[in-house]
């Protein structure tokens, strides 16, 4: 059973909400992310980006900021506790959340369905970061399957005044309520069979860095997961051989569609898209190369595969990366960068035509229906290669921890 309880927040104060809360986790390159501190030097992504940190040469800048901005009563803590709910609406599409807090004991990690591998570095990082802070300082998305019961009751907090209610600088217009039907929704939430595991991989640090004897309470957003809309999975390639990539990827079949130098699109099933900087446009005049978007066919799926093995991104990685990176893994580092779908098809062009990655590469979007198949068999893709709407805002929520 999945218990929950009201927690008391810190948040920041309606009036700055949009000038703190910024995008979640790795939603942006290290550039853009810098870009953002430079513009908005309130923004939270100095604190739960460390690389930000270490580029401001200011290890504690995170830390500093919380600080500051308590004490300045830029963020506040609610007198009591409450549950919260939270609605996200973008380009048309509202998706709901509820806020609590959940006891994290030893046995809900069994209950917890996961789609990707975590990325253990990135885990330790977390836990640093939030034992600085001495507050949790991003929220995990958990989805529970469809159950109309408790989305009814989470949309019902929605008819009250909200706490707060702000365009993000993410360009989603972002609203926040209390929760007033407690015992209600915690009564449903302990009925659930499972939960998926949408971000979050900073809960399963408690595995390994604290005391599995005892439960802790740790804050996660529950949404319906036939509300969730998945983004399609996109790599930059870096190092070794780009002539040599070329001949593997030649191996591969194009499809009916010409090269076209603007982007393609997300690639439908069965088929994934390139972009390489063409060896013929060499620099004129300074002027950088310049390439054109390609699709090419997956290899076929093999029979008595799982899903897992048959994922487009793995067929693809097992025919092209592998075989690649084990010719040159001794002459020169081979890198692959997941890239969330919110880095544009546009900057991905810019990042191979300024040189800094060979290719990059556009995957179909996978259904939910295997994406559940792959994590109720134990099975598990690589991290960070989807991403999911909604996210709840960095900075909006923190839980402290003491």
Known sequence: MFHIHPFAAFRPIAAKSAEISCEPGMRLSLQ???????????????????DVREKLNVPDAGTRLFERMKNE???????????????????????????????????????????????????????????ALTAHAEIPVLAFEPNEELSDVIQGATNERPLAHFVGKDGATHTVW????????????????????????????????ADNSRSMLRAVALTAIDRV??????????????????????????????????????????????????????????????????????????????????????????????????AHASIEKIEIHSMNSVVSLGQLTKFVDAGQAHAAFVFPIPSMEDLLEIARGTESIPHHAITFSPAIPSGLFIQSIM
């Open 229 to 326: 809309s998945i983004r399609a999975s996109r790599i930059l390639v870096s190092g070794g051989d780009a002539t040599a990539l070329q001949m593997h990827l030649n191996q591969l079949k194009d499809s009916a569609v010409h090269e076209s130098p603007e982007n393609v699109g997300d690639p439908p099933a069965g088929f994934f898209d390139t972009y390489m900087a063409s060896a013929q446009s060499a620099q004129v005049d300074g002027a950088p190369l310049t390439g054109s978007w390609k699709r090419r066919r997956l290899p076929a799926m093999k029979a008595g595969h799982s899903v897992a093995a048959n994922w487009d991104r793995t067929r693809f990685e097992q025919m092209v990366v592998h075989p690649w990176r084990s």
């Open 32 to 50: 853009e992310a810098a870009q953002k501190v430079e513009a908005f030097p309130n923004s939270w992504l100095q604190v739960i980006r460390a």
């Open 178 to 209: 209390v929760c007033r039907e407690i015992e209600r929704v915690a009564h449903l939430v302990a009925q659930l069979n499972s939960l998926v595991n949408l971000s979050g991989d900073e809960m399963f640090a408690r595995a390994t860095h």
């Open 73 to 131: 009563k830029w963020i506040c803590q609610d007198a009591q506790p409450h549950m919260y709910a939270y609605r996200q609406a973008r380009a048309g599409k509202k998706t709901l959340a509820l806020i609590a807090a959940m006891e994290m004991s030893p046995t809900i990690f069994s209950k917890l369905l996961r789609f990707q591998k975590s990325d253990e570095d990135a885990v330790r990082q977390t836990w640093l970061r939030d034992e």
